[in-house]
């Protein structure tokens, strides 16, 4: 099962459940290295050819073509002692080379000579290099002549990001924390400034409280010059910031957010008595998104100016700060300590540093001694604090909990979503953050809460990943309840699974790089010490360490890694979660180790340190020293970092650093396989490549956004009128008014952002706004990687291809049975599938023989077996795809200006489930031309809403519905199956009623009994239990009835019109649907007229207005008959009144012309006869009429 040192030993290849035996060269020892063990010089193995020199031809294809030896591991640390006093362990003697360098020649024949000891996947740990040596010097120089020629074509500049609030834009030197969460009215009076611009008049504009400020450097160079040379050259940042998805998926929708933004060239506020600029930096919003607080800030080129790479930060909301009442800044959880004393750091053991993958926005770090001091930083330790944490140290020992020893140390400290955890003793305390953004009105722990106050807590542990929308962590118990494992909310629980029964002692290995634990193997006197045990929920790995290191995948079979020497003792290890894992020891070892491989490589102390370590001091790195202490190791984005304090010339340090695992393994393989070839009269120095390809890529990507889930929108600034380019307060804060309301839109669905794209205008405001700046990118290409995660719905395949060139010669051909020969490469690819059950791959193999390349076509696919259907981005299952290249395993390396590279393993994470970003959608459109394609006519509602438009109640209902996918922007048709259920209902929108479970039931079901019925169909298909049809695109249509007892039946008219009612419509494919592993479901108001009345009210109505008729129409016989009648009445009563009017008036005036004068009185009875005479002659006619009427 592993390969031995013989002299022709057997290579193990496993490839899809094969055995593979290759012929290998095998592996001289050669003379081992002067070891001093506390104090005392031995010699290990001189019995082992000491001083033994090999030279070897070189042979053809297929035969040996160099030789490699490797030392024996000894007991203790190794010395590595001058070349002078022992010439035979790492070079050659002149003499001998030429010697058999002649014998050589005279066989026609190069030479080669294999010098020193082999590079080994573990080793002796090696001391600190107090003197450089000239051989190891000299392989330095030759390892980083590529790096002489980058610094040569390229500065080594990077970007640098400050965080300010709106007030302090354009103050230097300054820099804000991160905390305050709620949107800020700052830029709402600038909008309605812009009354010409292609704005929304009505809307509330925004802004976020921070922006962020963007620099960079470069070597020797001051900032404000190349800042300055950057922008005259066309410079322009560019942010990308990606939203972490939040836990707590029932409260805040999952998605994969990104927005792209431009940043904004602007004035620093000092003066300047240049004309344009003396000092500048550029600006872009730093927007916060509700149910996030975890965000990546990458910082990347246009292309234009000055070289400068990629570069990543964290920018992180930290809910354990707040303003006090001078509004200055502070810890909620502790006092703020500025000196960082050397005791608290120096000589210290390092600790793991444990939180929530992806999900932790403030990381904490224990295990200062003798002091409640932890280390905290919301920038993954670009910058940190160090607190003084405000619990009460006190404790009380019990019968139950031991007093095993007070102290103030902080052990334990685990990081989740928005709580602290921490031990002290046996006493475990949390404290909440105030995180608006996540749980709205919550406003934190006021201080430290003790939990499990009658245990015994002797460890807390972590769950690196959230489930079920919750965070958990573990306490392991000791005392009175020894044993005993709270789980989760700090509940407890005791329903434990047993994994398997650990081996009494350590198996014997007899030179095997591992070993499979069958039961029959032998076994040393060492007594295995277990002290953890992880799982990678990926890949399904599981590893259990202590003095030993066993790895299974099954969780029944466990392999045991024998490189890991048993002499040492892990103590804890740090994961990337994507194929690499690193361990360290108790006495501060780091090995290294691929998930999958057997092969465990120490990095630290090593051969490839030393080199790298004088590298580093002949460069005078900061960030190195010969006095450090390492606190911790942990994992970023995929590489591995140290939190290391320094000691230089009695003043600490302490900073983060990248471990640069490619160069430590690329240095161990150089300095352990070299060769010396002649070239006429001199040596030449060359490096043997055991990597079996030369060139690897990735082609035939498929775009990323359909698998990655990513939505990424586009946002630049306004244009600025001033010639120069630069902006200033007023175009800054529109620019954050425009990113905010662009978020706005992309969190409501209710509102299209796309009216939101118009023409450019110009502006009162002094800016241009460019409304096509603001978009949502749909057609992102790949970066020529594989990407961070790949989603896959039901049967949803993933297809890319690797282009492999490979080493020398590497084809044969093979004659198989009934055929010719075959073509065949010694390059192979192997793909490994955390759950085969689930997912399944086929690799397609192409030999281009005419490239001596080998291209492997991959096609991931689903097996529509193991996820049954869950909501858009829930509940998803945790696999992973991981692709090795054999034999590459730690062997391989691409060089870049960024240094290099590993390849030939490959690990992506898979979720199987219902992506995140796809939706439900009623069809309006077509479903109206299908239906009035069906029912030969459509009649809309007298008042027409083309928001809602109406179905008439007799025609036959066809809906249709779209799976919408937000992310690629793509749109279909839904081919599934689905149930369709009236939920709730009313004549008007503002009497609509949620109908409860029985009366859904009796509305919808065709089992129904009560006669309640609103609708029915004539699909026969129904669910399990006969309650629902089930329907799909293919259905005949739906036929309204409204029952005597549904809610629909008898609706009272509101006006002359026939009644309406408005329809609260359910449709799901829960448990109905076999095409998508999504639960969709989608509510919508549905609008019916033109129902039916009731018979009943029917005939009222009918009787109404049948009397209401007949009663108009006698009505209308009487009056032509009485008309007549009422006319004359009408005009006998008009001439008595008329009569009677005048006789009055003559009684009245006569009254009055009584007390005049006589001459007057003589006048007005003449007058009076004159008149009587009169009347008596007009009331003749009228006699004579009335005797005509009376006739």
């Not at 020293?625 to 994992?635: D, I, V």
């Not at 299209?752 to 241009?768: H, P």
């Not at 129904?1008 to 298909?1021: A, M, P, Q």
């Not at 209308?1116 to 009422?1126: K, Q, R, T």
Request: proline share 5%; net charge neutral; aromatic share 12%.
């Amino acid at each position: 099962m592993g390969r031995k040192s013989t002299k022709w030993g057997k290579k193990v290849s496993r490839y899809e459940g094969k055995v593979r035996l290759k012929k290998v060269p095998a592996k001289k020892l050669v003379p081992a290295w002067k070891e001093k063990v506390w104090g005392e010089e031995t010699t290990k193995g001189e019995e082992r050819s000491r001083g033994e020199e090999t030279v070897f031809l070189e042979k053809g294809q297929g035969e040996e073509e160099g030789r490699y030896q490797r030392a024996g591991r000894g007991e203790g640390p190794a010395r590595e002692e001058p070349i002078a006093e022992n010439p035979g362990k790492e070079r050659v003697h002149k003499d001998q080379v030429e010697e058999y360098g002649r014998g050589q020649e005279r066989k026609q024949s190069s030479s080669h000579v294999m010098c020193g000891p082999a590079m080994f996947p573990a080793g002796p740990p090696w001391p600190r290099v107090r003197v450089v040596q000239v051989l190891w010097a000299l392989l330095a120089v030759l390892l980083a002549s590529w790096r002489l020629w980058a610094i040569k074509d390229f500065q080594e500049c990077t970007w640098q990001v400050v965080l300010n609030e709106f007030k302090r834009v354009g103050e230097s030197g300054v820099s804000d924390s991160f905390f305050e969460q709620e949107p800020v009215d700052t830029v709402s009076s600038l909008f309605h400034m812009l009354v010409d611009s292609p704005i929304d008049p009505s809307e509330k504009y925004l802004g976020f409280p921070y922006y962020l400020k963007i620099n960079y450097s470069c070597e020797e160079k001051p900032s404000e010059d190349l800042v300055r040379m950057g922008h005259l050259t066309g410079l322009k940042p560019l942010v990308l910031v990606t939203f972490q998805s939040p836990v707590n998926f029932y409260r805040w929708k999952i998605e994969q957010l990104q927005i792209q933004m431009e940043a904004a060239p602007f004035r620093s506020k000092e003066p300047c008595m240049a004309e344009e600029v003396c000092s500048m930096s550029w600006y872009t919003p730093m927007p916060i998104k509700k149910g996030s607080v975890v965000m990546r800030v990458d910082i990347s080129s246009n292309g234009l100016g000055t070289f400068i790479p990629d570069k990543r930060f964290q920018m992180n909301i930290n809910g354990f700060l707040k303003r006090d009442r001078d509004n200055n800044i502070q810890f909620t959880v502790g006092e703020k300590l500025f000196n960082l004393m050397p005791q608290y750091f120096v000589g210290v053991s390092s600790r793991p540093l444990w939180h929530t993958v992806d999900q932790s926005p403030v990381l904490i770090l224990g295990g200062i001694p003798n002091e409640k001091y932890v280390l905290m930083t919301d920038t993954s330790f670009k910058d940190f604090s160090l607190v003084e944490l405000s619990i009460d140290s006190c404790w009380v020992g019990s019968f139950y909990c031991p007093h095993s020893g007070f102290t103030a140390t902080i052990y334990d400290t685990i990081a989740t979503e928005s709580t602290l955890f921490i031990r002290q003793n046996q006493l475990v305390y949390y404290f909440t953050g105030t995180y608006t953004t996540l749980y709205e009105r919550n406003r934190g722990s006021g201080s430290w809460v003790r939990v499990l106050a009658s245990e015994c807590i002797k460890k807390l542990c972590p769950v690196y990943f959230h489930s079920n929308g919750s965070e958990y962590i573990m306490a392991l118990t000791t005392g009175k309840h020894e044993g005993y494992v709270h789980f989760g909310t700090i509940r407890a629980s005791d329903d434990l699974e047993l994994l398997y029964h650990i081996p009494e002692f350590i198996p014997e290995a007899r030179g095997l790089e591992f070993l499979m634990i069958l039961g029959t193997e032998s076994y040393t006197s060492t007594a295995m010490a277990p002290k953890g045990i992880f799982c990678n929920p990926y890949n399904n790995l599981i590893f259990i360490w202590g003095n030993f290191l066993l790895q299974s995948s099954n969780k029944e079979n466990f392999i045991y890694l024998a490189d890991f020497p048993k002499e040492l003792s892990i103590k804890y290890m740090a994961r990337s979660f994507h194929g690499a894992v690193a361990i360290v020891t108790e006495t501060e070892e780091i090995w290294y180790l691929l998930e999958g491989s057997y092969r465990v490589y120490q990095l630290f102390p090593s051969k490839g340190w030393q080199v790298h370590i004088s590298l580093k001091l002949m460069q005078q790195s900061s960030l190195y020293a010969s006095n450090e202490t390492m606190l911790t190791l942990f994992y970023e984005d995929s590489k591995l970092y140290q939190l290391v304090y320094l000691m230089n010339n009695q003043k600490g340090q302490l900073v983060k650093r990248l471990v640069p695992v490619e160069q430590l393994l690329m240095y161990q393989q150089h300095t352990s396989h070299y060769d010396l070839e002649r070239k006429g009269g001199y040596l030449m120095l060359s490096f043997i490549d055991f990597c079996p390809f030369s060139v690897m890529r990735l082609r035939s990507l498929p775009r990323p956004q359909r698998y990655t889930r990513q939505e990424r929108y586009r946002a630049r600034p306004p244009r600025v009128l001033e010639r120069s380019g630069f902006h200033n307060e007023n175009s800054l804060a529109i620019y954050q008014g425009l990113v905010y309301y662009l978020l706005w839109l992309h969190s409501v669905y209710d509102k299209d952002y796309y009216f939101f794209l118009a023409s450019n205008w110009r502006s009162a405001g002094g800016v241009s706004i460019e409304m096509d700046s603001y978009e949502k990118i749909y057609n992102l290409e790949s970066a020529y990687e594989l990407p961070e995660r790949i989603f896959l719905d039901k049967g949803t395949e993933y297809s890319f291809a690797i282009f492999l060139s490979a080493q020398g010669r590497s084809f044969r051909t093979q004659a198989e049975l009934g055929t010719v020969f075959q073509l065949h490469s010694q390059v192979d690819v192997g793909v490994v599938l955390a759950d085969p059950g689930c997912i399944e791959a086929s690799v397609k193999q192409e030999v281009l023989i005419n490239r001596n390349s080998v291209l492997f076509s991959i096609t991931l696919k689903d097996k529509k077996l193991c996820y049954d259907q869950g909501i858009s981005g829930h509940h998803l299952m945790k696999t992973s795809m991981t692709v090795n290249v054999v034999g590459s395993s730690g062997l391989c390396f691409q060089e870049t200006h960024l240094g290099p590279h590993m390849q030939g393993n490959l690990m992506v994470p898979v979720f199987i489930g219902c992506p995140p970003g796809k939706r439900l959608a009623f069809d309006i459109t077509y479903t109206l031309e299908y239906s009035r394609l069906k029912n030969k006519h459509y009649f809309d509602c007298v008042n027409v809403n083309p928001e809602m438009p109406c179905f008439l109640f007799r025609d036959i209902f066809y809906p249709f519905f779209l799976i919408q996918d937000l992310v690629t922007g793509d749109s279909g048709s839904f081919q599934g199956s689905y149930v369709l259920l009236v939920v709730g209902g009313g004549p008007t929108l503002d009497s609509l009623k949620d109908y409860s479970e029985d009366e859904i039931y009796r509305f919808n079901s065709p089992l129904d009994k009560t006669n309640s019925l609103i609708w029915t169909t004539r699909t026969t298909r129904t669910t399990k239990d006969s309650a629902f049809h089930i329907m799909s695109h293919e259905s005949p249509g739906i036929e309204w009835l409204c029952l005597e007892n549904a809610p629909c039946y008898d609706n009272v008219p509101q006006g002359i019109f026939a009644p309406e009612f408005f329809f609260k419509v359910l449709v799901s494919n829960r448990g109905v649907d076999t095409s998508t592993y999504c639960n969709y479901q989608l509510t919508f108001l549905l609008h019916i007229h033109g129902l039916p009345l009731s018979p009943k009210r029917a005939l009222f109505i009918l009787m109404v207005s049948a009397s209401v008729f007949v009663g108009l129409v006698i009505f209308y016989i009487a009056f032509c008959l009485l008309w007549p009648l009422v006319v004359k009445g009408c005009t006998m009563i008009r001439w008595k009144i008329n009569n009677l009017i005048a006789s009055e008036s003559y009684y009245t005036y006569a009254s009055i012309s009584g007390i005049s004068s006589v001459p007057s009185l003589r006048h007005s009875r003449m007058g009076s006869m004159f008149s009587s005479r009169m009347t008596e002659d007009r009331a003749e006619p009228k006699e004579a009429v009335e005797r005509q009427l009376m006739t």
